[in-house]
């Protein structure tokens, strides 16, 4: 893969989302599950990484990530849903096993 940089979307326990972009998300996703994240995750451990998506800087990530920052749940669900062609998780599963 070619991705300098991953906006990604993760599940918190309490079924809420936490939206971020990483280099890294295999060690990005294993920060946030220790404890030592976002202020945010560090209270409704454990996370799940439901969605990622690649792009080709760090610039893009983080655009990509402010836009869905910024939408309601509703949207945020249906970005989710009409966007599963781009999302890598089944390559960090087969990559990595089960996440």
């Not at 991705?3 to 971020?20: F, N, P, Q, T």
């Not at 972009?21 to 220790?34: E, G, P």
């Not at 209270?43 to 690649?54: D, F, M, S, T």
């Not at 309601?72 to 096993?97: A, T």
Request: aromatic share 12%; net charge positive.
């Amino acid at each position: 893969m070619d991705h300098k940089a991953y906006m990604y979307v993760l599940e918190c326990r309490d079924g809420s989302y936490y939206i971020g972009y990483t280099t890294d998300v295999r060690r990005r996703l294993a920060i946030h599950n220790s404890g030592k994240g976002a202020k945010y995750t560090r209270a409704r451990l454990p996370v799940k990484l439901i969605y990622a998506q690649g792009f080709a800087s760090k610039e893009e990530a983080m655009s990509a990530e402010a836009l869905l920052k910024r939408k309601k749940r509703p949207q945020k669900e249906e970005f989710l849903s009409e966007n599963q062609d781009r999302n890598l998780l089944s390559y960090f599963e087969e990559s990595w096993g089960v996440l």
